[in-house]
């Protein structure tokens, strides 16, 4: 994986950061202004760790487009290529850090 703030070094926002802003509107300008101000990475991610539902809000999401990507995959004829394409799927939903 990468670093927590790299994204936000690019002035990315992620969709765990876009949930945790539902939740602390003060995210919000930081998020327009793409984290350019002193302080507001960490900010950011001060709001992320104590947000309540933005983490599961965005591993369902993952798990959404992951299931997404399966269903599209078996429409597809068998074969060892498609095969690995379902099995790192799979894989990227369940790693751990």
């Known amino acids: 994986g990468k670093p927590a703030l790299a994204d936000m070094d690019l ?6 950061i876009l949930y945790a802003a539902e939740e602390f509107s003060f995210l919000k ?3 327009m202004r793409r984290f350019k101000q002193k ?6 991610l001060e709001a992320l760790y104590k947000s ?3 983490m599961d ?25 498609r095969d690995a ?6 894989a990227v939903i369940t790693r751990q850090k």
């Open 85 to 90: 394409l379902v099995r790192l799927t799979h």
């Open 57 to 81: 809000k965005a591993k369902e999401l993952a798990r959404f487009h992951a299931q997404c990507a399966v269903d599209a995959l078996l429409r597809l004829p068998q074969s060892k290529s």
């Open 29 to 31: 300008p930081m998020i």
């Open 11 to 16: 002035g990315l926002s992620t969709a765990p």
């Open 39 to 44: 302080g507001d990475k960490q900010k950011a």
């Open 52 to 54: 309540d539902t933005a």
